[in-house]
């Protein structure tokens, strides 16, 4: 009997060892080209929303945390009773514009986007081009809106300009005979 329970004992630690281990990816840091190439494309959204010019002297970082970034008070009034704040509603559309510009200067293709949330916090942000899908994100209580730093709102955007480069370098054999608009689905 006791060979046999370590017989099952070895057999375990042989199975866990091929397994990988199920805890959170350790993140590296953002390409710093990309960060910035985000940060660049977000003031000039928030400058093209700036009709006198009040900002204009500002330095990027500056003007992210004057008129993209909410209060901890913007912050605490959403979680308290469940109403987006109107930054929120301001940084959805905003950030998922600003990422597909950065996703078109690096593939060279048209990248659109459409971002929704309602009053409730629950929305979709979306990035495609022609038909294909590059980005997909889920709002679920404004979730991880709103940001409150500079380098969780670089993290995320990033993140999705990776997530969709790398979808569109993958199918990019397949619609190269076509286009974009080739896809059936």
Known sequence: MAEQN??????????????????????????????????????????AEDFFGRYAALSPQEKLARQFLAS??????????????????QQVPLLFQAIAGVMEERSGTMVQSTAEINGEGFGRGLLYSGRVVLVLKSLR?????????????????????????????????????????????
């Open 72 to 89: 901890p008070d913007d912050k605490s009034k959403s979680d308290f009773n469940c109403a987006v704040s109107p930054k929120v509603r």
């Open 6 to 47: 370590s017989f099952y004992s070895d057999e375990a630690r042989q199975e866990g060892a091929i397994l990988k281990r199920r805890s959170r990816t350790i993140r590296k840091e953002p390409d710093q080209e990309t960060a910035d190439a985000l940060v660049r494309r977000l003031c000039s959204l928030l400058d």
């Open 141 to 185: 209580a404004g979730f991880p809106f709103p940001f409150m730093t500079e380098e969780k709102v670089i993290r995320y955007g990033v993140e999705c300009i990776e997530e969709g480069l790398a979808f569109l370098n993958k199918y990019k054999e397949v619609t190269a005979l076509h286009g974009l608009l080739s896809l059936e689905g």
